[in-house]
């Protein structure tokens, strides 16, 4: 090239130094984009990770088998196989004379009392009492039962009690750990499937609780929660969006709305205490006023979802209904309404999670309560699993620590489950145009 | 010119108005005989107070296709809308004059939009199908009107409507698949068919072949010169050429105005007006 021809000012040094400045500030951002991807990534996994580490074993319990005899002079000493009688019996004595027997060299008062602090003293006792119970037959005769053993020992046999620390340092005695290696040795103490602790309710022993109650009680609060925000937050929705005139009024019903959506949950919890409790005097606890809680918390977002559906409708569609002579009101709910229905659904499901994990409401209006039993309607006192989580976590003995996760990831597993169908349902409803 | 003060109805007339009458009587015997559909009178359309059409006065008449024609935004497809009433769905638009559909006032208090659109049918800009079946797509319109009391009578709505498109063929054994699957000239096609099918008077046709290739506008230019002969049709086009094919009478519309409304050849081959001229020259627009 001859040093007359014309270079254009782009394919100078300096615009090609441009040129690798432009590039180099680009590749920064996208640097800066995956390093933040990242970061989120590592935390996510570090709560699954931290989370499942300290919950799985929870999932697991060390069970003692062993053979009980049922004297007919303790427990029925006049033989008349009263209910009455079976029912306050001295079933504790049978599972001490077991334990005693398994041991026979153990004679002292405080070694017999070391002896039955390996089993679950209620668990174990209540177990027999309630098989005598349902089987009067039973007594007299020698069975072998499979009882927990006590949170202590569970702890220690799944390795949450250092062996190695010094004696009084421990919950477990050195004794009692050479009980409990002789009886892991001899195949009568094995680990199993805890399925007490998803059958189960709250107990204040930790090898006995389950977490029942609180998914049942959660049901229910999370249904009445559903029937009342998802109708009445639907319809507000389309009457807004829709229907109603556009001036100050409605302008100031909108600004509301958003602004509800943004209340701290536990001014829900204190509105259903001061209006649900103690105006119209519903109960407390029950999963009746706690759903309604939190339908009231989910409305607003369920409102803003289903408008904003409602709004990313093409207009063209609805224009092609009224072009036909559709009335209004027809090309919304043949039209707009159903292809709005994914978008509806998503919000709703995604309204319901949220409100699934909801606590401090609940604490307000007293789902907060101890519960032993499954509510069997939503007028009864019940828990919620969120609370039941923070009941446990506020509890002292190292056994509610993985039980505690293992709550959680109940919890995160119902609530993935929950954003999962939302997902699907939304793939499947989508009509795209 | 005692029409400058009052229209034939005694409307006074606006202060803004052109002072142009276009009147049937004085274009070709053509006109003369066709019966006229929509006689507008003084139409002016607002959208939130600024005034998008300024005063038009035009006979549309019975049969035949009538083109709108203009540059952008001088106020065809806002015509277009004031004859079924579709400026109503605009918030803060307001129509303003008078349109009688044979001789009577679509405007009126006694008409009901939701009828009138039954009569006079529109087919948009981009194809709009429902995200529905094809059926489904043209058994709308009749079965919200109960057109069709009995499952029979509907899958014959359909059947004529889909012919009458010229979809039939090209459909009759996919009519369970969506409507949205098909090309755009066949959306387009099936648009018209969904329109056909509530027996209107009248199609408006709001740029519909702005979307489509040659081919597929030659189609439906095909089909409209069919669809002619049992409606009357007003289209919007953006094509002179189109408009020049397929109209019979072509309205020239300039910033909100109308400049000039005459048989299609007369405007194409001899345009009173200079404006007129200089668009259909290519010099303005």
């Known amino acids: 090239m001859s040093a007359k021809t014309k270079t254009s000012i782009h394919q100078t040094d300096q615009a090609l130094g441009r040129l690798a400045k432009r590039k180099a500030k680009e590749n920064r951002f996208r640097y800066a984009g995956i390093a933040a991807v990242v970061i989120a990534m590592a935390m996510l996994g570090w709560l699954v990770v931290s989370l499942v580490g300290t919950g799985y074993t929870a999932f697991f319990q ?14 029925d000493p006049h033989g008349a196989r009263n209910a009455d009688q079976l029912r306050k019996a001295n079933y504790r004595k049978v599972i001490q004379q077991a334990l005693y027997s398994r041991f026979p060299d153990v004679t002292d008062r405080r070694g017999k009392r070391s002896l039955f602090q390996v089993v679950s003293a209620s668990g174990a006792t209540n177990q027999v009492r309630q098989m005598v119970y349902q089987d009067p037959d039973l007594v007299g005769r020698e069975i072998t039962i499979t009882v927990p053993t006590s949170d202590d020992v569970d702890q220690l046999l799944k390795g949450h009690i250092d062996r190695n620390a010094p004696e009084d340092l421990r919950k477990v005695s050195n004794q009692q750990i050479e009980w409990v290696d002789q009886l892991v040795a001899s195949g009568e103490l094995t680990s199993n499937f805890n399925w007490r602790f998803l059958t189960a309710t709250d107990s204040r022993d930790p090898e006995l609780a389950g977490i029942a109650g609180a998914v049942v009680g959660s049901a229910m609060a999370l249904g009445v929660a559903f029937l009342l925000s998802v109708p ?48 119209f005097g519903l109960p407390r606890s029950a999963p009746l006023v706690g759903g309604m809680v939190l339908g009231l918390m989910t409305l607003p977002t369920i409102i803003i979802a289903t408008r904003s559906a409602l709004r990313a409708v093409s207009p063209s569609i609805v224009d092609g209904a009224l072009s036909l002579g559709a009335s209004h009101t027809q090309a919304v709910f043949h039209h707009k309404v159903p292809l709005a229905a994914s978008g509806i659904l998503t919000g709703s499901i995604i309204g319901m999670a949220q409100a699934l994990g909801e606590t401090a409401p609940l604490l307000m209006i007293g789902m907060v309560a101890f519960v032993t039993e499954i509510p069997t309607s939503i007028m009864e006192p019940a828990s919620a699993l969120p609370v039941q989580i923070f009941l446990w976590s506020d509890s002292a003995e190292r056994a509610w620590a993985e039980r505690t996760s293992a709550a959680i990831i109940v919890l995160l597993v119902v609530l993935l489950s929950m954003n999962a169908i939302a997902i699907f349902l939304r793939s499947r409803l989508e009509r795209r145009w | 010119m005692s029409a400058l003060k009052t229209n034939h109805l005694g409307h006074p007339r606006s202060m803004f108005d052109t002072g142009k009458v276009i009147d049937m009587k004085a274009t070709t015997s053509e006109a003369n005989t066709a019966r006229v559909k929509f006689k507008c009178r003084n139409v002016e359309v607002f959208y939130s107070g600024k005034r998008a ?62 009828l009138l659109r039954a009569r006079v049918g529109m087919v948009f800009q981009k194809p709009n199908p429902f995200p529905k079946s094809i059926f489904d797509n043209v058994a709308y319109g009749p079965r919200i009107h109960g057109l069709a009391p009995r499952k029979n009578d509907l899958d014959n709505i359909v059947e004529k409507s889909l012919m009458r498109a010229g979809l039939w063929n090209e459909v009759k054994d996919r009519l369970k698949e969506p ?107």
């Open chain 1, 62 to 75: 060390h069970y003692l088998t062993i053979t009980v005899t049922l004297n007919e002079s303790d427990l």
């Open chain 1, 232 to 279: 009445v937050g639907v319809g507000a929705a389309v009457y807004l969006e829709e229907f109603a005139p556009k001036n100050r009024l409605t302008d100031f019903i909108e600004i509301n709305i958003n602004n509800l959506a943004a209340v701290p949950s536990i001014v829900f919890g204190l509105l259903g205490l001061a209006v649900f409790l103690n105006f």
């Open chain 2, 179 to 285: 409507g949205t699957g098909l090309s755009g000239g066949q959306q387009q096609r099936l648009v018209i068919a969904r329109a056909i099918a509530v027996s209107p008077e009248v199609i408006l046709m709001d740029e519909p072949a702005s979307a489509l290739d040659p081919i597929a506008t030659a189609k439906l230019e095909e089909l409209i010169d069919e669809l002619k002969e049992k409606y009357c049709i007003l289209i919007v086009t953006h094509s002179m050429a189109q408009a020049a094919r397929v109209s019979q009478k072509t309205a020239f519309f300039h910033l909100g105005d109308l400049v000039e409304y005459d048989d299609t050849q007369a405007i194409f081959t001899n345009p009173k007006d200079q404006r007129t001229q200089d668009y259909i020259t290519g010099r303005t627009g």
């Open chain 2, 53 to 114: 059409l300024h005063g038009v006065n035009m006979d549309v008449p019975d049969s035949g296709v009538t083109a709108l024609i203009g540059p952008s935004g001088c106020g065809k497809s806002t015509f277009l809308r004031v004859f079924n009433r579709m400026n109503d769905t605009i918030p803060n638009a307001r129509v303003a004059g008078q349109i009688l559909m044979d001789g009577q006032d679509i405007y009126g208090r006694d008409v009901d939009p939701v």
